[in-house]
């Protein structure tokens, strides 16, 4: 069973930016379709917020799109994603996952593999 693990969460001020990374626990592991960022707020249900494919097609949440930008390198097996001009409702905590259900980008959290989560908190 393959766990992935979320690094480079936390504490920022509005405007400042951060950079997540997510690593598979078996390194022999890497997606066969898609891996995803999702973020948690207190309270609620996970939410989508950006995929990449193997076709290297990214897809982001209108709330974040311009403003963060999903990657990956497939020869270190890391996703990441570069979050620029935090906001104060940006604080979450954010997990990546791999490998969509349907094979295809989803916003919606059915995949298979998936990390603890990062904190990250952005200040006013």
């Known amino acids: 069973h393959v766990q992935l693990m979320e690094s480079g969460g936390g504490s920022v001020q509005a405007g400042g930016s951060l950079r997540l990374s997510c690593e598979p626990s078996?390194?022999?592991?890497?997606?066969?379709?898609?891996m995803a960022w999702f973020r948690r707020h207190p309270g609620k249900d996970r939410e989508g917020i950006a995929v990449?494919?193997?076709?290297?097609?990214?897809t982001y949440a209108d709330d974040v799109k311009g403003r963060f930008t999903i990657s990956e390198d497939k020869f270190k097996k890391t996703l990441y994603l570069q979050m620029t001009n935090l906001k104060p409702e940006d604080s979450a905590t954010y997990l990546c996952?791999?490998?969509?259900?349907?094979?295809?980008?989803?916003?919606?959290?059915?995949?298979?593999?998936w990390g603890p989560g990062t904190q990250v908190t952005v200040s006013s």
């Open positions: 996952a791999g490998d969509s259900w349907s094979n295809e980008a989803t916003m919606e959290p059915e995949y298979n593999f």
């Open positions: 078996d390194e022999s592991y890497w997606s066969t379709n898609c």
């Open positions: 990449i494919c193997n076709d290297g097609v990214t």
